[in-house]
């Protein structure tokens, strides 16, 4: 299928930034994994010092091929982070989430130098929010923080069977247009039972390569 050819172009172009002796930060969701397949073929997997992972399912798949799964705790800053995005908009700001990892994958990002996003081009937007924007909630607080989240224009909807990697549920909103993106994640951010806001805004990719099936284009902010 051509998205799957667009991802692998992306992830390929993202092994040139992996470096050898170093410990590389992980991120989770389809594109990430064709990346971390990638890491094994390309023999990458055996250079590198160890991976931290955004993911209980990204931590399996780094073990299978070899690679040492380490805590953020014990490493420092991380030289770069390779994840995907749901959708990133002309400022290299995102949304992700779409697969429940996103208060990980923050940490992880915020912990890292650089931010390597990996996608294909059916999510560049020039606005943000076609995506239903997630947001992790502390069970107790998700109608509350669903009722705020409506005061502020958006339509929360409980995602249904998920619990994330930390024990809590996901509201994903629709109908937002996001154009301050900045202001947006502060907001949601600052209402009393959220965890954390699928909005990388403040701190967006630093790289975004995106693939397409003859290649892959480099974009810097
Ligand atoms: O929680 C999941 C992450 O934010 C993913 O990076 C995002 O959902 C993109 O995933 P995929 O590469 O499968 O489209």
Same mark, same amino acid.
């Given at each position: 299928m051509s998205q799957d050819? =667009?991802?692998?172009? !992306? !992830?390929? !172009?993202?092994? =040139? $930034?992996?470096? =050898?002796?170093?410990?590389?930060?992980?991120?989770?969701?389809?594109?990430? *994994?064709?990346?971390? /397949?990638?890491?094994?073929?390309?023999?990458?997997?055996?250079?590198?010092?160890? !991976?931290?992972?955004?993911? *209980?399912?990204?931590?399996?798949?780094?073990?299978?091929i070899g690679v040492p799964v380490l /805590?953020? *705790?014990?490493?420092?800053?991380?030289?770069? $982070?390779? /994840?995907?995005? /749901?959708?990133s908009n002309p400022k290299l700001q995102l949304i992700k989430g779409g697969g429940a990892a996103l208060t990980r994958e923050k940490i992880v990002a915020a912990a890292s130098e650089q931010f390597i996003c990996i996608v294909d081009r059916s999510k560049q937007v020039e606005v943000l929010g076609r995506f239903p924007l997630p947001v992790e909630v502390i069970p107790m607080a998700q109608a509350y923080v669903a009722r705020r989240i409506e005061a502020l224009g958006g339509q929360p909807k409980l995602r249904q069977n998920v619990i994330t990697d930390n024990g809590n549920q996901i509201l994903d909103v629709h109908g937002l247009a996001i154009h301050d993106a900045v202001a947006?994640?502060?907001?949601? *951010?600052?209402?009393?039972?959220v965890v954390c806001v699928g909005l990388f805004a403040r701190r967006g990719a630093d790289v975004l390569i995106v693939g397409t099936p003859e290649g892959a284009q480099i974009i810097k902010p």
């Open positions: 050819l =667009a991802k692998r172009k !992306a !992830a390929e !172009a993202a092994l =040139a $930034y992996v470096q =050898a002796g170093r410990v590389l930060g992980v991120g989770t969701g389809s594109t990430v *994994n064709i990346f971390i /397949d990638l890491l094994a073929e390309s023999g990458l997997a055996g250079k590198i010092k160890g !991976a931290v992972s955004s993911s *209980n399912a990204s931590s399996e798949r780094l073990q299978k /805590d953020l *705790n014990s490493t420092g800053e991380l030289s770069i $982070y390779v /994840d995907g995005a /749901d959708e947006l994640e502060t907001e949601i *951010n600052l209402i009393t039972g």
